[in-house]
């Protein structure tokens, strides 16, 4: 028999709510229990302005029941992390009334399925349909939740007052909540883990940070820092967006625990994370729970999470499991924990599920819950899953009804198996009797199941994988999902985006869970990957490179091309060096603008990445820029006098001529542009400098550009000769690039202006010339894009990607023509340098393959 594990328990936690296991419910209470808080903070962030005391909260509460008056009706409220949100729904709990809380997109599905008497939504505020109940309501009805956080059922579960009561009593006493606590809704609140963070805090007096913000959002981590956070929650993806973002490395000072849910994580995360927080003075509790069960179940208890990951651990205060055996199951052996259904018991226990409004007068019909997982007590009395009873996935912390997804795609004609992919969704299409349309498969995917295309994988067999007895091999529909064959994206519009985006990187084997960034791509490649979507998805989100290839989606073209403001200045600035080099036109300062967008685009596709990763990606992106030249210029100083080795090699700024001199310095843009790359990877390698880059995205760059003052007005000069075509002379202006891709703010923007006015003039004793400098900057940091006609933002596009090589080549033909025909020779300096791009990346596409 399995050993009993006993922890201490917390004292009883007093509030001025029933004990749960009364069937005293909630009207008339709810907001007295805040009340009792008195001018304690409650609410900060969406719709709570500065801050929103507990008393403040109770009045508000009060208010919106006095709304609803005192007849008891089924509210349906859309959830949202909003202050008002959280009103309605707890003004609707303290008028007596059951509440269906739903996700926004889920609302109409439900509405209609239920009937509500009275709905509430953040767009359209309260809407009463009528005086009187529609349905009859059991007295111990308070809240309906979605069995699977989707849109495709009506399938309700049935929460009473006292499950409500017993499962937030549950989580103060073992994640120890006090009033000193506060909470980000990271969550959604309709989901129940979401709704449980509420619940508990708002329970112990503790404070919620109310936010829409992704944890990958620069403004997240402000707020939490400011708010000093006590604690956070996540699913298993959330965890993979904390690995992003370098959570191991934020200043998180008052950071108590990490509370994991939603899903398994693996193992060898668990133990991870678990050794960051030993680390960085929290502690992580996994946790296993259920909608039926008010949200939790289990946890695992911190001390044990490194030496037992693989656990969901013990039940909550005042649950307990069973394991019943399982015919399917063979008996366990004399030396094994005995294998079977979890079984749990508790006061937090639904009352049963509702699939028709009739449902919603019943009182209980569940006693334990049967929760479909096969498991076991281990010897030392921890609970472990081993498996999965019923046909029911959980991707991304949303439970997926398979069978549900079969039958919705067979009324539409496509004969379909779904399987349990562990962190996605399996999904083998038959094309034996027609093509697949992926694009219709998904979007009924997605409708009914609310997981975006990077969560499922469709694989498409000639015929379906069948066992002995002519049923599905589920087994064999899951080992599809390992085949080679890449996942494509299904875009709504039709187009494979993945197949695009891969093929333009020479990644054949792309996903759609890889991203641009994490497929290698750069600022070179950068431009005609952006482009060649814009023409088929129309407008792209600006985050699109480290946003997974399968959620790349779109309305199809539109009229013009947008074009980002850094690829614009690309183009118009190596324009403007050929241009002015070759006497058609004076703009000089092209290439200082250019520096700075180097900065830019080194903060987009080189900062989104893990520290090591990002070295290597850094350097590969160096080595696309030095092999060429280096290879270029070797050749061309075979019959050029004035170069040589020292050019070759990209060393002129150290070992050439101290001051200007043609044609050694012709290729210092090169140099610089190398230098100041490998100098930032360089340090963003060191730890501490990482982990403030992440900590203060905008603030690092903007203090190197202070930095870079130094050298700009010479207080520091370790060089003699030549002060503006050098790496440390004009650090400033690629750092100020760099602070402008993280400037999130308007008051950072206004920053970056002040300084390029402030420090340009004077530079270049030129005043065309910086201000051709100063234009440029600003364009970089106001404007994100302009929409030009189609040929036109294509020519922008492949002057922009082949400005390298137009900067490289154009040297070698200008001068026959600059006197005589300006015109001719800034066009064969652009024109040698497009096909010196095509060339070389013909060249690369075979040595590819």
Known sequence: MPRPLSLTARPGLRTSLPPAGDRTRLAGRVAGHLAGFGDRVALVGSGAGPGLSYSALAGRVRDAAARLGTTRRLVLVEG?????????????????????????????????????????SLEAGLAEHRDAPATDLHPDLALLLSTSGTTGSPKLVRLSHANLLANARAIVDYLAITVDDVAPTVLPMHYCYGLSVVHSHLLAGGRLLLTEASVVEDGFWEQAREQRITSMAGVPYTFELLDRVGFGSLDLPHLRYVTQAGGRLAPDDVRRHARL?????????????????????AFLPPLLAEDAPETIGIPVPGGSFTVEPLPERPLAGPSEPEVGELVYHGPNVMLGYAESPADLALGRTVTALRTGDVGRQREDGLFEIVGRRSRVAKVFGLRVDLDHVETRLAARGVVAAAADGGDRLVLAVCRGAKPVDASAVAAVVEAETGLPPSGVRLVTPDELPRLPTGKTDYRAVRALADAPEPVRSADPAGVDVVGLVGGLLRHPDATADDTFVGLGGDSLSYVEVSLSLEAVLGTLPSDWPTRPLGTLTGAGPRRGRRVEGSVLLRALGIVAIVGTHANLFTLAGGAHVLLAVLGFNFARFHLRTERRQRTRHVLRAAARIAVPSIAVIGLVSLWTPGLGWRQALLLNGLVGPDSWAEPAWHYWFIETALVLMLAAAALLAVPRVDGWARRAPFWLPFALCVAGLLTRYELVEPFDGDNRHRAHVVLWLFALGWAAAEATRRRHRLLLSLVAAATVPGFFEDPAREGMVVAGLLVLVWMP??????????????????????????????????????????LLGLGIGVVGWHLAEGLRARLAR
């Open 80 to 120: 949202a992390n909003h202050a008002d949100a959280l009103v309605a729904y707890l003004g609707a709990l303290e008028a007596g009334c059951p509440v269906l809380l739903t996700a926004p997109g889920a609302a109409p599905a439900l509405a209609a399925a239920y009937d509500p008497d009275v709905s509430w």
């Open 277 to 297: 927080g030993r680390e960085r003075g929290w502690e992580l509790y996994v946790m296993y729970g259920q909608t039926e069960a008010t949200a939790r179940m």
């Open 785 to 826: 894009a302009v929409r030009l006609p189609a040929l036109a933002a294509r020519t922008v596009g492949v002057l922009a990607a082949a400005s390298m090589w137009i900067y490289l080549l154009h040297w070698q033909v200008y001068p026959y023509f600059e006197y005589s025909h300006p015109w001719l020779a800034t």
